[in-house]
């Protein structure tokens, strides 16, 4: 098994609260599949809380190392994002989102204060919610007679693949998402059946 057949992300949404001194920092962490998920989660922090002077974020997707995007919008550089991101990465998880928003209190916290209060937020709503670990999936469309279905569904089943779009007419339409510590033996299985189209989706 390579050590990317699995990843690590967070179950469902939580939410934590630290204050210092005054300010207020509602960290709101969410699972995401894309950054579509990620704006509509900041988007819709932002109506929640139209009076909070900045909405600081860290997030990454995928497993290539280089999806992912912090803003301290608005805070000293590197007083936010950066930190907020740095808490994702200590639990090594993916296709995780915190949010963190900010109530000014009136007194200034300085770089190291703003640092520590986004590390802790971030870290508190990140311990609320449990790590599960996912496998990775490659995405397939698969084509074949209506007749086959029982066939294909067997080893969609058999191997833990996940079902993400179903055609069926006179023809059967699927689109899987295939373990990728099982793909060959999948494909293997899939083409022993003959009348079934393969392909690829390229993402």
Known sequence: MSELSFYSTI???????FKDRGSSFLAY???????????????QLKKEHPKAVH???GYRLGLDANNFRVSDDGEPSGSAGKPILGQIDSKQLTNT???VVRYFGGTLLGVPGLINAYKTASALALQLTPI???QVLVDYSLQFDYTRLNDVMMIVKQFGCEVK????????????????AR???????????????????KV
């Open 11 to 17: 179950e469902k949404p939580s939410y934590a609260e």
């Open 29 to 43: 962490a969410f699972p995401i599949q894309s950054a579509d998920d990620f704006k509509k989660h900041l988007q």
């Open 55 to 57: 909405h600081c974020f």
């Open 97 to 99: 989102l915190v949010v």
């Open 132 to 134: 599960i670990q996912k």
């Open 165 to 180: 779009g179903q055609e069926q007419q006179l023809f059967c339409s699927l689109t899987i998402g295939i373990p990728k």
């Open 183 to 201: 793909l060959q033996e999948v494909l293997f299985k899939l083409k022993e059946l003959h009348a079934v189209e393969v392909a690829a989706i």
